[in-house]
């Protein structure tokens, strides 16, 4: 079954700092990756996608993630994290063949502090 | 705004107790999906309807229920509740069926959640 792994529950930056939230899942065929966002009182809404092509993709708000087909891993970047980025972050996945449903990570809350 | 619409957005009742909670997806999303999100579990999902039918199953109990009607708006449905159904129960709606057909982002888009508190 498909599963999806992120390490870190909570982080906590200084403004300025950079930021890398690891993602990791386990599914032996063609996905869709996905990072979600959601802000404190409102909904998930997608930061960024990766189905095919260029491994490194950028999304809204200056992040970007990579996805490392070898290591089953598709971490979410950002060199420089703003006060306005506290939130909680979400990846997910769902399998390109058959019937899929999208899974999610546990979720990341990152803090950062002004 | 996603355009997905839920409600009530917050309900609080007594165990035992049966809610439903109502989801409108975006014009022209022929799926919903629901899941529960917990402090503990995260974010589960719990069921998909594609235009009217059950397409996908995870891990709902055999309290909860769900359907979508010929207008495509779904109700999840929580009977005998318990305080760990305590959570917030989020809907999301996408174009697509969910199998893997040409133009299928996988996208969802989520509405603002029904938080339920069972006391």
């Known amino acids: 079954a498909q ?18 939230l690891g993602c990791n899942y386990s599914y032996g065929g063609t996905v869709n990756l996905f990072w979600y966002v959601q802000y404190p009182g409102q909904h998930l809404q ?18 970007e993630a990579e996805f490392i087909k070898s290591k089953f891993s598709f971490n979410l970047r950002k060199p420089s994290v703003q006060w306005s980025d506290t939130a909680e972050y979400f990846c997910a996945v769902n ?11 546990a979720g990341t809350r990152l803090f950062v502090k002004a | 705004d996603s355009g997905v ?25 022929l799926s919903v999906y629901w ?16 235009n009217g039918e059950e397409r996908a199953k995870g891990n709902i109990l055999e309290r909860f229920s769900a359907q979508q009607f010929p207008d495509l708006h779904s109700e999840l449905n929580l009977s005998s509740l318990e305080l760990g159904d305590s959570a917030l129960y989020f809907c999301a709606s996408s174009p697509w069926s969910g199998l893997a057909e040409g133009g299928n982002t996988g996208e969802l888009f989520f509405g603002e959640g029904s938080r339920l508190t069972v006391l």
């Open chain 1, 46 to 63: 997608l930061l960024l996608k990766y189905f095919s092509g260029d491994p490194l993709v950028k999304g809204i708000k200056g992040f």
């Open chain 2, 5 to 29: 619409t839920q409600t009530p957005k917050h309900l609080i009742t007594a165990t035992g107790q049966r809610v439903t909670l109502r989801c409108s997806p975006r014009s022209g999303d």
């Open chain 1, 95 to 105: 399998a390109r063949t058959g019937g899929f449903k999208t899974i999610f990570g």
């Open chain 1, 3 to 20: 599963s999806v792994s992120q390490h870190n529950h909570h982080v906590i930056l200084s403004e300025a700092a950079s930021l890398e």
């Open chain 2, 35 to 50: 899941y529960q999100q917990s402090l503990d579990q995260g974010l589960q999902f719990l069921i998909q309807y594609y």
